[in-house]
């Protein structure tokens, strides 16, 4: 498969990019979602029922549309990373990660030598089964997106650093996950989550990031986007099959 020459030139000029998340493991949901216009879409295996099975199936669907497909694998290990781009991702969302060591690492499994310890096999789906391999290799260190989540008060002390990590391209804030550890549980309006968030994308700007988030609140939109992130999620599909269905329910059972 060809890679897109200019999504990471994109989401590294800060360009505004919407995405959702898709974490039922369904290859339907992914491609309706594709197909709806979002920009990029991340298919969700850390906290996701999917596995390796589903998998290929919604990078196939992805495929059908224009969306840019992301993985987020379940932890930050190398054998992680050559399976999903071995299969076709074309990024990779990185969880938990919050130490300069831990971001290095992400970036080399997700390149090959001698720009990082990605194993080379020429016949995967991500080179077109051996017929685009050539050019995968030559520019997939130029082209894949690597997507660094922040998540933790330790990853926010170090975030300049991480932010300085060459190939880190986006530093993505998972809200739920962070206020927990920041102790302020789900109070992403609050003032000390605000700075933290500030921190977070003064840092990307600061070395030439993206700063990303996921946010469920229509209304959180615009107030991200002032504080500096182009690189946001809104929602998810298990979220807008439960509201959904929620709101069918209290519509039949109205009196």
Known sequence: MKLPPDFRKRVLAREWLGGTFLNIGSSVTVEIAGLAGFDWLLIDHEHGPGGEDTMLHQLQAAAATPAFPIVRIAVNETARFKRVLDMGALGVMVPYVSTVAETRAAVSAMRYPPHGVRGVA???????????????????????VTVIQIETVEAIKNIDEIAA???????????????????????????????ALKKVSDAAKKHGKAAGILV????????????????????????????????????????
């Open 216 to 255: 469920h609140n229509n209304a959180l939109v615009p107030k991200v986007r002032e504080l500096g992130y182009t690189f946001t999620a809104l929602g998810s599909d298990g979220g807008a099959v439960r509201n959904g269905l929620l709101g069918f329910v209290a519509a039949l059972k109205a009196k």
């Open 165 to 195: 990590v060459d190939g880190a391209d986006v530093l993505f804030v998972g809200p739920t996950d962070l206020s927990y550890n920041m102790g302020i549980r789900d109070q992403l309006e609050s003032a000390q989550f605000t700075e």
């Open 122 to 144: 020429k016949f995967n789906r991500g080179a077109g089964f051996g017929g685009d391999f050539e050019e995968y290799y030559a520019h997939a260190h130029e082209r894949l």
